[in-house]
């Protein structure tokens, strides 16, 4: 396998330069030394040198725009990459399968929809987080519903019953008393459809994520109830980087080379959203413009990515809460589980 050579940065640390930055209130006034300049000042690998890798997305999700970032604005090439990407849209099971098999060298999903999977054994290594956000659970106002507690006995509406917001709001039912089980019905429509059931009075609140979830609550007769950063979760992770175990275990270099630039990606995202929705436009509905794809970005937290122990915490936290609502089985351990699917690919 090719090992990869990773540039020089001479002495410059990038991700600790836009969070200073970014406190300083710098970034958009950077002028001649602007962030894309400082990325540019990077030695460029020749593209003879450049590893070749396949990575796995949904391009439909804006919250993974990052990844796009990370294409139009080089940074994968200045990290020795010449990076595929591959649109698996919400297909998680033939994603992780991609991965885990080796056709694809890693991918960025939902935690909440890649645990169980995990949990059943699939050869892909957690190396960071991405960002936080990206999951609401939103009512029509005429529902009358404007907290969790009064969702005893009502239906939720779901793209899917593995859906990243079943099992998240399943965890927020239970943290506030109700059993997300026998307490409320939990219903499947297409993503399309579960705006006309809550119309017709078919469910009372639907969970679902950006971008749609969003632009929803840009039409005043909707309402947030909650969304996974509230009610404790402010800051935990929604997305998460998976490599293959294969390229984790065999070539470490290039392990570390992807999760890093997907980190500056975010960085930057941070710093110029306007670039990350210019990046995700050509995927984004056809009637939004890019100010109101930054209006998503910025509700997100993409400057939330933890790595090493915050980020092997935060799976444990996961795994509990998804053992305590029965998605994972009563006998996984959830440390243990932890322990087995993260893998520390930046500390060397």
């Known amino acids: 396998m090719t090992r990869l050579r990773i540039p020089s940065t001479n002495g410059f640390d990038r991700r600790s330069f836009l969070k200073t930055a970014g406190a300083l209130g710098l970034a958009a006034s950077l002028g001649a030394l602007s962030v894309q300049s400082l990325w540019a000042q990077q030695t460029a690998v020749p593209a003879a040198e450049l590893r070749k890798v396949k990575f796995a997305t949904n391009a439909s999700a804006i919250c993974l725009a990052p990844v796009f970032v990370a294409i139009d604005e080089g940074i994968f090439r200045k990290y020795g990459l010449d990076v595929e990407l591959v649109n698996f849209g919400a297909s998680t099971e033939a994603l992780l399968e991609a991965i885990a098999t080796g056709k694809a060298d890693g991918g960025v999903g939902m935690a909440l929809r890649w645990l169980k999977a995990l949990e059943q054994g ?6 960071a ?3 936080g ?5 939103v009512a029509l106002k005429s529902a009358g519903i404007t907290e969790l507690g009064q969702l005893k006995g009502k239906t939720i509406g779901v793209s899917d019953l593995a859906s990243p917001g079943k099992n998240f ?4 039912l239970q943290k506030e008393g109700l059993d997300p089980i026998a307490d409320v019905e939990w219903r499947q429509y297409p993503g399309e459809l579960l705006q006309l059931a809550a119309d017709k009075g078919e469910i009372h609140a639907i969970a679902d994520g950006d971008p749609k979830a969003y632009f929803w609550l840009q039409d005043p007769k ?3 109830i909650a969304s996974n950063l509230d ?3 402010e800051n935990r992770v929604c997305c998460i980087v998976g490599l293959s175990g294969s390229l984790v275990r065999d070539d470490a270099p290039t392990a570390s080379a992807l999760t890093r ?3 500056e990606a975010q960085d930057l995202t941070v710093a110029k959203p306007e670039l990350a929705a210019k990046a995700f436009l050509p995927n984004a509905p056809k009637d939004k413009t890019i100010e109101q794809l930054v209006g998503v970005l910025k509700d997100q937290t993409h400057g939330h990515n933890p ?6 915490e935060e799976i444990r936290l996961y795994a509990q809460e998804l053992r305590d609502v029965q998605v994972f089985k009563q006998s996984t351990d959830p440390q243990a589980f932890a322990d087995k699917v993260f893998a520390d690919v930046l500390s060397a």
Do not use: P
């Open 307 to 312: 790595t090493g122990a915050n980020l092997r």
């Open 261 to 263: 630039a997907l980190l």
């Open 133 to 137: 956000g990206c999951s609401r659970l």
């Open 222 to 224: 909707y309402i947030q």
């Open 122 to 127: 699939f050869d892909v290594k957690i190396t």
């Open 231 to 233: 009610h404790g979760f």
């Open 129 to 131: 987080g991405t960002h």
């Open 169 to 172: 709001f399943s965890i927020l």
